[in-house]
């Protein structure tokens, strides 16, 4: 049976709701002073080193869809096997990837989200910028917690 239920338990909600936070995080890795980076700092030495802070494949779109389809298997399957079947895992991923994303296209550094995605060149060098110095906005919190509320939301319902 195909459809939307609100019948995710608890746990799911949880498991969702820290999935969507860990990837909203999860694109700083290419920064050594970062959360995620501090946390697997040979890997974000080499992307650093590499690519740069927000010019790695982290930063990028094809990053987070991959990022968040791994996230759907990985859930879906024992959760199949279980009888526990539930997508909001994986939006949730996609959801705090994606915020993380859209947040820093409006900081002053700006990000180049379209990078290997099949396009032309022109879009996919495309950099989206905006006023917001990363850090320092009370901004920039208020829009962290609000992602975190909706993958929170997002997490309540179990599609099926
Ligand atoms: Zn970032």
Same mark, same amino acid.
């Given at each position: 049976?195909?459809?939307?239920?609100?019948?995710?338990?608890? @746990?799911?909600?949880?498991?969702?709701?820290?999935? *969507?936070?860990?990837?909203?995080?999860?694109?700083?890795? +290419?920064?050594?002073?970062?959360?995620?980076? /501090?946390?697997?700092?040979?890997?974000?030495?080499?992307?650093?080193?590499?690519?740069?802070?927000?010019? #790695?494949?982290?930063?990028?779109?094809?990053?987070?869809?991959?990022?968040?389809?791994?996230?759907?298997?990985?859930?879906?399957?024992?959760?199949?096997?279980? *009888?526990? #079947?539930?997508?909001?895992? @994986?939006?949730?991923?996609?959801? @705090?990837?994606?915020?993380?994303?859209?947040? +820093?296209?409006?900081?002053? #550094?700006?990000?180049?989200?379209? /990078?290997?995605?099949?396009?032309?060149?022109?879009?996919?060098?495309?950099?989206?910028?905006?006023?917001?110095?990363? @850090?320092?906005?009370?901004?920039?919190?208020?829009?962290?917690?609000?992602?975190?509320?909706?993958?929170?939301?997002?997490?309540?319902?179990?599609?099926?």
């Amino acid at each position: 049976m195909t459809g939307i239920s609100f019948e995710g338990g608890m @746990g799911d909600i949880l498991i969702s709701t820290l999935l *969507g936070g860990v990837m909203a995080v999860l694109p700083d890795v +290419d920064h050594p002073g970062s959360m995620t980076g /501090r946390l697997i700092r040979p890997l974000s030495l080499y992307l650093e080193e590499r690519w740069g802070h927000r010019d #790695s494949p982290a930063h990028t779109a094809v990053f987070v869809f991959i990022s968040s389809l791994t996230v759907a298997a990985l859930w879906l399957l024992p959760g199949h096997l279980a *009888g526990l #079947s539930t997508m909001a895992p @994986g939006i949730a991923a996609l959801l @705090g990837g994606t915020s993380h994303l859209v947040m +820093d296209s409006v900081t002053r #550094s700006g990000i180049k989200p379209w /990078r290997y995605l099949p396009i032309p060149e022109k879009w996919r060098q495309k950099i989206y910028r905006g006023t917001l110095e990363s @850090g320092k906005s009370a901004l920039e919190r208020v829009l962290a917690c609000a992602g975190l509320l909706g993958a929170f939301f997002i997490s309540i319902f179990k599609l099926t």
